[in-house]
């Protein structure tokens, strides 16, 4: 058995792309992941989950279609299931996304934008 | 619904006890909880759970049988179902506990150590 930390700060280290969540830890059958962020995304959700951000550095908007919420470091939302919702950073931002295991980053609606899934760091 | 960001620093900010986790967000069976730890806490496992922990302040110590894990802030650890687990602080520590809702912090050994769960703050 592994008893190293995570360290978060580490992963990020790791990798430059934005957009692509690396997964650095499984709870059950759900994974943590971190992702960098930059510039919009699509409206997307998630049929069968909810969806945790944590931001650990920089400022995340998530829209949502009647509102949004900002996001700061040592800041979390949770994006309950069905919802549609779109992330926003105007300068990048570094997340701690939490869902289970499986969840594609574009929900259901596929497309160039879709990371490869379950990739860990 | 409720786009408000989830502050940690102002959830920490609200009590003072320690070893009395705090519900602040909740990601379909599973909960987020602050915590404020300090001192030596009692071996104990959680036999249907893997638990995370994620160092928010401080230095957190969690012992196993076999060895021992030190986090700093910024540092996670996913603590496996069934594995006995000790956690210790000399110093103040402010964590962020994630696992399903219903789980208490003793596991399945009682006794006076054991917290109120599902508290929300």
Do not use: C, S
């Amino acid at each position: 058995m592994d008893y190293a930390a995570v360290n978060l700060a580490q992963k990020f280290g790791l990798f430059d792309e934005q957009w692509q969540p690396r997964v650095i830890a499984q709870m059950n059958d759900y994974q943590f992941k971190v992702v960098k962020l930059q510039g919009d995304f699509i409206w997307h959700d998630h049929q069968h989950t909810d969806e945790t951000f944590i931001v650990i550095d920089g400022v995340l908007r998530i829209d949502f279609r009647d509102g949004a919420v900002r996001l700061g470091a040592g800041e979390m939302f949770v994006v309950p299931k069905g919802v549609e919702h779109k992330p926003y950073a105007e300068r990048e931002v570094k997340l701690l996304l939490i869902e289970p295991r499986g969840v594609f980053n574009t929900g259901h609606e596929g497309g160039e934008r879709t990371a490869e899934n379950d990739r860990w760091i």
